[in-house]
């Protein structure tokens, strides 16, 4: 059976599954090249930030970090929170996108509202549900939008700092926006808890579903990146330029994407993930180190799933989707305080660099996860080489490991196609 | 009748015209990265009015939809086709979808013109793929990679084109109310014709589809619609991007800034330029424009500002990676265009010497 192509994934992506015996086989194979070496190489550095957006808007500003590390230049305070803010509004738009797909899992997108009335196959989801949600994505759009000149392209994140600071009209409105986001997501995030959790709610048939009990890697408050085993624990802690010693890349013939692993632990295959030689990146995985979130309403929701589910680190696919919604609203009230004119305006926007390097690493909390740039440039800053570890990339573990479980469950309870089909991708949004 | 009797037939009517009217539309990303569908989803928060004007029967991103369904699905009306073709099964979906659309649409750059996938073909030499433990888990196999990225219109015949990186939502909106919505009333699809060249929205409003291959887009340069004042163009060192910060107010290449608005298509309103930052060609190249690496060639040339050998040459010597620069989207749709352009000529010229004729070589 194949599952061609999976919804929701930003990837091509594809599950084959079969059953040998009473035993299930399944993979979940991604089958697009990546091609990102390919692409930058000979490129000048200064581009980077404009071609790996490609990836997703957040490698934007990871490559303009990156980039200020290579031509050894610190960006003026405006710029910094500029960055700041937009990455806090892409983090918005993805998880409010999450959660826009989550919901029309349950409801008939596309009816013709003027025809018969909307089907729909799930009596529990308000009329207003999808319209706040995708109302939430736009907004934050927009804010990226005004802040990065583009939203899934941005330009404005340049080494030394950004192109230009908001005019005018466009912080008037960028404080408008950050009000509205915030309402948006708290009204939001009403009817998602309860759907998270309720019987014959949106996950239904999924609250026993977990990723198995593998580490979970995110960076910490001092910028250094740390491996959180199942049980939260911190058991490894690595600086940047360490990251690719400690961390290799293992290859399948059956997807394009590769398997990242801890080189001390070496590539055991997919099956021992408890030997913690493997790991997963994510607001899940970011919310497994137990650590207050930083603002008062995230906080709240961030209990409120404690005293549902019990205290972290939690692995189940209900709290991967509740982990977005505490982001959710934690971005909108960073968004909020970020988007002032105190703290956006100013004559000074970017520094000019007087030399470049060779080598520059960065690692940055996208929306999606954890990702990690490493870049090395000639004498005129020619791109000679690109090496760019994704979320995607990062968890393709945890997706192929997933997808098995996944499978073998619907298998033994005797699920259609079409069932299989929809927990897989409920299942593999989530992380 | 009353007035209320009529408008409520008038309504009945509209409504009738509607239903009947709804197009089955699909749309596909092959190999990219899902920003033009999202375009889609974003059309100004009003996804869900697209179900007044059609029927989205094929999406796999956004409803799961299979590509084992394709075979049995009706004829579809409309499909906006994005991402570049990059491996067999992206090329098996183009050619699918192809058979069954009445009008295809190449939404975006990646599909219109190859995008920055089509850099692979710049790279020195073909990556050989990491090697895989032998003794690993076998698999079922992946769909072949191609060399390089192609262009929708390097597999199937494409009937319009909505470029960028990403589509802009305007002209996508434009391109759906004119291509899909031709039966709604005028009131609805007038934002469409001002947004496009008299031509084609002079076959909007009556109706009827526009021209084939009309690329929903302006019909000048970039620079037509430039905030930055242009004065005099004189190059006089050439700078890259990281070693200025440029005047706000004046023209990017008069800074010595390599900006490709020159050469592009307009149609996203200098918003690159209006951030600051140079135009990189994403919406493809202007109208008037055979091959935009020559003309920026041309362009920058014919402004340096100098007349001493030497001092040129130092000038051109400073340029980089001027092809990555220059064809950053539109590599693979150049290079197949200049090989249709070598075969044309290689034709004639073989014509001539066999009837003795002259014959016209093909453009």
Sequence with gaps: MTVEPLRWLESPSRVIYDLEGDRSRAWFQVTAPNDCSSMCAGRPAEELPRILSIFSPAHHLASAMALDRLFGVRPPEAAQNMRKALLQAQILRHHAKKLFFLVSSCVDLFSNPRGPRRRREHSQVPSHVLGDTIHLASLAQEAGTILGGRFDHPVTAVPGGMSRLPKEGQMDRLVEISESCLKDALRVSEFMRGGFLAESGLLDGLFEVSIPPMAGLALDEEGETVLNEGSGRSIERFSLEKVFETFGLHYEPWTYRPFVYLKEKGWKGLDSSAENELSFVGPLARLNFNKASKTDKAEEERQRLINKLGPFPHLSVPAAFWALLIELIQSAESLGKLCNRDGLAGSEFRVIPSSVGRKTFFAMEAPEGLIFHHYEVDERGIVKDVQVVDSETQNNALRCLLTRSVVADCVAGKKTFDETKKMLEICLMAF | ?363
């Design chain 2, 1 to 363: 009748m009353s007035e209320a009797g009529l408008a409520m037939s008038f309504s009945r009517v509209g409504m009738n015209q509607m239903s009947q009217a709804r197009k089955k539309i699909a749309v596909f990303t092959a190999t990219g990265c899902r920003a033009c569908e999202n375009a889609v989803l974003d059309i100004h928060f009003q996804v869900g009015s697209l179900g007044r004007m059609a029927e989205v029967v094929f999406w796999p991103y956004v409803l799961g939809s299979q590509l084992q369904d394709l075979a049995e699905l009706d004829d579809l009306d409309v499909c906006f086709f994005s991402g570049a073709i990059r491996t067999e099964s992206d090329e098996k979906a183009a050619l699918e979808l192809r058979k069954k659309s009445k009008i295809m649409v190449a939404s975006g750059a990646c599909a219109a013109f190859g995008g920055m996938r089509g850099l692979l073909g710049l790279r020195a030499k073909a990556e050989t793929a990491p090697a895989s433990d032998p003794a690993g888990e076998a698999g079922p196999p992946l769909p072949a990679e191609g060399a390089g990225a192609v262009a929708l219109s390097g597999k199937v015949e494409v009937d319009y084109f909505i470029p960028g990186c990403p589509v802009p939502q305007n002209f996508l909106w434009t391109a759906i109310q004119s291509l899909v919505g031709r039966s709604l009333p005028l009131s609805r699809i007038s934002f469409a014709a001002a947004r496009l060249p008299e031509k084609i929205a002079q076959a909007v409003l009556s109706g009827v589809l526009p021209p084939k291959e009309t690329v929903f887009a302006g019909e000048k340069a970039v620079c037509a619609s430039c905030s930055r004042a242009k004065e005099e163009k004189r190059f006089e060192l050439f700078k890259r991007p990281y070693e200025i910060s440029p005047d706000p107010g004046r023209c990017l290449l008069e800074q010595g800034l390599i900006c490709q608005g020159i050469a592009t298509r307009e149609g996203c309103g200098g918003l690159c330029t209006g951030c600051g930052v140079a135009c990189r060609g994403c919406f493809g190249k202007a109208p008037a424009v055979y091959d935009p690496g020559a003309k920026m060639v041309s362009a920058i040339s014919s402004t340096f500002d100098s007349t001493d050998a030497s001092r040129i040459e130092d000038m051109a010597d400073s340029f980089v990676d001027l092809a990555g620069s220059f064809y950053r989207y539109s590599l693979p749709t150049q290079c197949a265009l200049l090989s249709k352009g070598a075969e044309g000529k290689k034709r004639a010229e073989s014509e001539e010497a066999g009837c003795g004729c002259k014959a016209e070589p093909v453009a």
